[in-house]
């Protein structure tokens, strides 16, 4: 079976999907991990690239969905020089709005999301120096776990998470078909 993350990722199954969406249908499934935020920082990896909190404006080369940040939530960058090479999203203690579950969710500690690599940046460390990066962060701000929300069928983000430590805790399903909703997580 074709992976549905790979389907949607391109203009026509997000297409597809979107038009879906505007007649009223959607389903989705999500995964929470979460990790320990407890312990020693872990040691830097000397072949990482820097990491920083950054402008959300510095991300925009990479179609950084900035528009998005809710308040309080930072961007973290990694670059090489001045140049952009991946980016994610976190906060601490925060309210999100989870488009896919059509729901607000409280997040107790830090909450990751937005992981993006540039393509030709790949498969050399760059998303898991983020991921450390957000969760020394997040330490250092008293935060004792993090979580991520992982589309089910997104095997990049799980592998990246549970690498990193992160443990699957629960599924999120949703399923909406124009006024008929079901969650497996109620409100």
């Known amino acids: 079976m074709v ?3 790979r389907l949607t990722r391109n203009r026509y199954g997000r297409a597809c999907y979107d038009r879906l969406q505007a007649m009223g249908v959607t389903a989705t499934v999500m995964t929470e991990y979460v990790a320990a935020l407890s312990g020693e920082p872990g040691a830097a ?3 990482s690239p820097t ?4 402008d ?3 991300v925009t080369p990479l179609d950084a969905p900035t528009d998005d940040l809710v308040d309080g939530e930072a961007v973290l960058a990694a670059f090489d020089g001045a140049t952009p090479l991946g980016y994610l999203f976190y906060s601490v203690d925060a309210t999100h709005h989870i488009h896919p579950l059509e729901r607000d969710l409280e997040f107790e500690g830090a909450y990751l999301r937005r992981v993006y690599v540039a393509p030709e940046h790949r498969q050399r460390g760059v998303a898991s120096a ?3 990066a957000a969760c020394e962060r997040a330490r250092q701000q008293d935060a004792r776990r993090a979580t991520a929300l992982v589309a089910r069928d997104n095997v ?3 592998a ?3 690498a990193h430590g992160f443990e699957a805790v629960r599924d999120r399903r949703y399923v909406r078909v124009g006024p008929f ?3 497996s997580q109620p409100a």
């Open 56 to 58: 959300p404006d510095r």
């Open 130 to 132: 983020l991921v450390a």
């Open 51 to 54: 990491v920083e909190a950054c």
């Open 181 to 183: 909703a079901y969650r």
């Open 156 to 158: 990049p983000s799980r």
């Open 3 to 5: 992976e549905l993350w």
């Open 45 to 47: 990896d000397g072949g």
């Open 160 to 162: 990246l998470f549970e």
